[in-house]
């Protein structure tokens, strides 16, 4: 397995599974469910190492202690959230020395207080923060704290592949070309997903470069995008936190 798979969970939820150095060896990321990544290690003949976890949801835990007991796995995931099963609570700046590589740890809030993010090798694992053209809800924290870390997230290299944990973007580019309707790589980024939508697999991961492009949450201090958010009632001239958290609330009401 040369990339990390996606694991299919719940209505549109994905469990990552992450290959390291040996050919067998995985992390699984955001564990919601056990039983469908059970099923994963068998299908694949996989040996499971460790869990890394974003934040507390439960559509993200649900499945770590029954994962955890079954195959003897330490358990990474924030320090500043409660989270059961927890081994090693991580933070800002950790860097994680694990069988399946080194990970470096970004402390990303906005939609949880405490959620982190998981840096290697040119993988980001985000949670719920970054999505393809699309960001998380603000349930714990605010916009302000959103959008400094979705920065941190754009500033990564442009080749990063982001392995988002909901698949949520075709809805996601409906909104982004909502928004930025003369945006050319945000149709031809919609064209693409539905195809991958209709064959069945995964429009994940994205990089970072797509989304500087396509993602009005990575693009609010792009003129376009600020001029057709005045255009639809929005402020007309802010900063870019404010019109983030313009994009942010209309996103909430958003049909679909």
């Known amino acids: 397995m040369d990339d990390a798979l996606a694991v299919p969970a719940f209505r549109d939820n994905y469990i990552w599974l992450v290959p390291g150095p040996k050919p067998r060896d995985v992390a699984i990321v955001d564990p919601g469910l056990a039983e469908p990544v059970m099923a994963a290690l068998d299908q694949y003949g996989l040996r499971p190492v460790l869990i890394f976890c974003t934040h507390h949801h439960g559509d993200h835990t649900g499945g770590i202690e029954t994962l955890a007991a079954r195959y003897a796995l330490p358990v990474y ?101 909502h928004v930025e309707p003369d945006n050319d790589d945000i149709l031809h980024s919609e064209r693409r997903a539905r195809r991958l939508r209709e064959a069945g697999q995964p429009t994940l991961p994205s990089t970072i470069a797509d989304e500087r492009r396509i993602n009005p949450f990575l693009r609010t201090q792009d003129p376009a995008l600020r001029a057709h958010v005045a255009r639809l009632g929005g402020p007309k001239s802010d900063t870019d936190a404010s019109v983030f958290a313009t994009l942010r609330r209309w996103k909430d009401d958003f049909p679909g």
């Open 77 to 177: 995931a924030p320090a500043a959230e409660t989270i059961p099963g927890t081994t090693v609570g991580v933070h800002e700046g950790q860097t994680l020395d694990t069988p399946i590589g080194t990970f470096r740890v970004l402390e990303i809030p906005g939609h949880t207080r405490g959620h982190v993010a998981y840096v290697s090798d040119g993988r980001l694992f985000c949670g719920d923060t970054l999505f393809s053209a699309g960001c998380g809800r603000l349930f714990e924290g605010t916009a302000f704290q959103m959008h400094a870390s979705l920065m941190r997230l754009a500033a990564l290299p442009p080749q990063t592949r982001v392995y988002s944990a909901h698949e949520y973007t075709l809805s996601n580019l409906r909104f982004a070309r």
